[in-house]
């Protein structure tokens, strides 16, 4: 460790250690307030969330050490594993299991599925390859190869990751740059094109960066644990409405480019070293077929196949691993460190939920009488500030679990912006819409290694898409709240009154989704219900009443 890194570590653990002592008391949290007191579980999370967050702006270690770190203090600290002197008296403790769950959890396994799809398309040149056929159309005129360039870029992104997307793609455009002019502008725009299309497209499909998973996973999990009643986003879903905004957002940078830097050469021919004949092996079609299968899949959705998202992108990974298309090595070569640092952050939000923090650090702000607009701009640019300063996937880390506590405490004032799922997609485009400076984002890094690029066009073109990019998806968000695209967000329900059974002989307890289906809204006066059911009375004038017997129960 450097001394630099040193001292960083020790500031965050200071600031860290001052949250655990801070006199929570005299900041409003006391049993006269609403807000109540704290319990010693919810101080320990905020602690251990300040000393995450720093640990991942300064980065005394790799981000994704900060991750692991996270969920093992959480696990000894908080846990009902957790070592004797940590355990609080009158206090629940959170569940070991489900804190080591998100090592495991259903978005990791989709982001593994890509990994393994990535990996494959590499092995076998089908991304050179690609490339090659895809760049065809947009012949030789300089201003629409690099258009062209954009796009294939922006589509290997919504598969592959944004870094090795523009590590591949910048190797292709290296030889094309050493035939500009000295004092042709026009390779400054051909190498700003590459990481603008691997950030942007990464933004087309649930796999395509972190930041689209992390809010998906949160979404999942709010839905899971009854907070939010929804129906989350399919990866066909998220493309009808993702690829679009990519589109959009290519077209403008494209234009954005040819504006500050115009080009000169009259003509270009684009060789890709590595490309020829597509590979005809038996495990490269099995590439092929494989790789056609699951965008199909997932396209079409589960409401076709009845296979869900997250077990669609499981069978790549048993197909290759079975087939030998994907070794011991290639397993070793993935990135797996990104998978640390987002089951980093779904433990946040366990620890955030789980201890009922999130709902004691709302109560001190009024979320509830902010207007949805409002709210969710305020979401947007928060994210897209910080995305610039640190790693897309830090921030998405550290903002979507508060941001969907914020959005569950305000769901019925963002029924007219398509609820928590359409607050949830928007600040995941903003925490990918960070790319004005070389330190924004590993590809704009990249990009400005080949010394082709200025800082000065680097930050123009940032600052505007991102801007850009925000207003986009608020007005798509809002087009798409308007059609019901989301389907119906249903407020939360109230607090019900302890169950009263009527005239039963036997309770029965059926699963959760039997129990949903079969809510129904009667009159309060409503004369009888049926034997051999469990019903449940609001203090509203007009009751909830939950059925389940024996049959549903089967």
């Known amino acids: 460790m450097t001394k630099a890194k040193f001292i960083k570590f020790i500031i965050a653990s200071i600031l860290a250690i001052v949250a655990l002592f801070l006199p929570y008391e005299s900041l409003g949290f006391d049993a006269a307030s609403p807000m109540g007191i704290l319990n010693p579980l919810e101080i320990r999370v905020i602690g251990v969330f300040v000393m995450a967050a720093l640990f991942w702006i300064l980065q005394p270690f790799p981000i994704w050490s900060t991750s692991v770190l996270v969920i093992v203090l959480m696990i000894v600290t908080m846990s009902d594993s957790s070592l004797t002197p940590f355990r609080v ?13 998100t090592f495991a959890n259903p978005i990791i396994m989709l982001f593994l599925g890509g990994f393994f799809l990535a990996a494959a398309a590499t092995k076998y040149k089908m991304d050179l390859n690609l490339a090659r056929v895809l760049l065809k159309p947009f012949g030789k005129n300089p201003k629409f190869v690099l258009l062209g360039l ?3 870029t922006a589509v290997f992104s919504m598969f592959m990751s944004n870094t090795a997307t523009a590590a591949m793609m910048l190797a292709i455009l290296a030889p094309v740059l050493k035939l500009f002019e000295p004092d042709d502008r026009g390779k400054a725009a051909f190498a700003l094109a590459i990481p603008l299309g691997a950030n942007i497209g990464g933004m087309g499909t649930p796999i395509g960066t972190p930041p ?3 809010a998906l996973g949160a979404l999942n999990d709010a839905v899971a644990r009854g907070d939010l009643v929804a129906n989350p986003v399919t990866f066909g879903q998220w493309m009808a409405f993702g690829i679009p905004y990519v589109i959009i957002l290519m077209v403008v940078a494209w234009i954005l480019l040819l504006k500050i830097y115009p080009i000169k050469m009259k003509e ?8 020829g004949k ?3 092996s ?5 590439v092929y077929i494989t790789f056609v299968l699951c965008v199909i ?8 196949h009845g296979i869900n998202d997250n077990a669609i992108a499981m069978i790549p990974m048993a197909v290759f691993a079975l087939t030998g298309v994907i070794t011991k090595k290639d397993l070793n070569a993935m990135s797996w460190d990104v998978l640390w640092l987002v089951a980093g952050g779904f433990a946040l939000g366990v620890g955030l939920n789980a201890t009922g923090l999130a709902a004691h650090l709302i109560k001190t702000i009024p979320f509830a009488s902010w207007s949805p607009l409002a709210l969710m701009i305020g979401c947007g640019i928060i994210c897209l500030f910080m995305a610039n300063f640190m790693s897309h996937t830090s921030t998405a880390t550290l903002l979507v679990p508060i941001l969907c506590a914020v959005g569950i405490a305000c769901q019925d004032n963002l029924v007219g912006l398509g609820g928590v799922t359409a607050l949830l997609v928007s600040v995941a485009f903003a925490s990918s819409l960070g790319m004005s400076l070389p330190i924004s984002t590993p590809p704009n890094a990249l990009a400005h290694a080949t010394g082709y690029t200025d800082t000065r066009g680097m930050a123009i073109t940032g600052v505007v898409m991102g801007i850009l990019g925000l207003v986009v998806s608020w007005i798509m968000m809002i087009f798409l709240a308007k059609v019901n695209f989301f389907g119906t967000p249903v407020p939360k329900a109230a607090e019900a009154a302890p169950a009263t059974p009527v005239a039963a002989e036997k309770v029965v307890e059926a699963p959760a989704a039997a129990a949903v289906d079969s809510t129904v809204s009667v009159p309060a006066d409503s004369a009888a219900v049926a034997a051999d059911s469990t019903v449940a009375v609001s203090a509203d004038t007009t009751a909830k009443v939950e059925v389940t017997d024996s049959a549903a129960a089967k």
């Open 89 to 101: 008296d009158g206090v629940t403790m959170i569940s070991h299991k489900s804190i080591m769950a």
């Open 150 to 152: 954009m796009l294939i």
């Open 212 to 214: 689209n998973a992390i």
């Open 268 to 275: 270009m021919v684009l060789n890709i070293e590595g490309a």
């Open 278 to 280: 597509f590979d005809t």
């Open 282 to 286: 038996p495990k490269a079609i099995i």
């Open 297 to 304: 899949l997932w396209v079409t959705g589960k409401n076709v």
